[in-house]
């Protein structure tokens, strides 16, 4: 098990940008994966991007374009760079880390209102 605390969460209005950071207690250079899920009020929780131990990077198809994921080692943080926000993108982001086991943080809200 690895901690994962993220930061970087707050209140945007639509169309403005936030930059969501995990980071971890030990070192990613290892994880098999590392990404980020959301979870609305009232709503599953949904996968939003990963970032592979080989830098591979998925994402879900309403952020595509939008979210940029990546890892830096050195820092062993993981970001979320979130631009053109919109309302439906109002959510808890939690990180989690595939070691394989899965660890997950507890989550940073964002709101996206105007």
């Known amino acids: 098990q690895v901690e994962l605390v993220e930061s970087g969460g707050g209140l945007v209005q639509p169309g403005g940008s936030l930059r969501l950071s995990c980071a971890a207690s030990?070192?990613?250079?290892?994880?098999?994966?590392m990404g980020w899920y959301r979870q609305a009020p009232g709503r599953e929780r949904e996968f939003v991007a990963r970032?592979?131990?080989?830098?591979?990077?998925y994402y879900a198809d309403p952020v595509k374009g939008r979210f940029t994921i990546s890892r830096d080692n050195a820092e062993n943080t993981v970001y979320l760079q979130m631009n053109n926000l919109k309302p439906e993108d109002t959510a808890t982001y939690l990180c989690?880390?595939?070691?394989?086991?899965?660890?997950w943080g507890k989550g940073t809200l964002v709101t996206v209102s105007s």
């Open positions: 989690y880390a595939a070691l394989p086991s899965m660890s």
């Open positions: 030990a070192s990613i250079s290892s994880f098999n994966a």
């Open positions: 970032v592979t131990r080989n830098d591979y990077t």
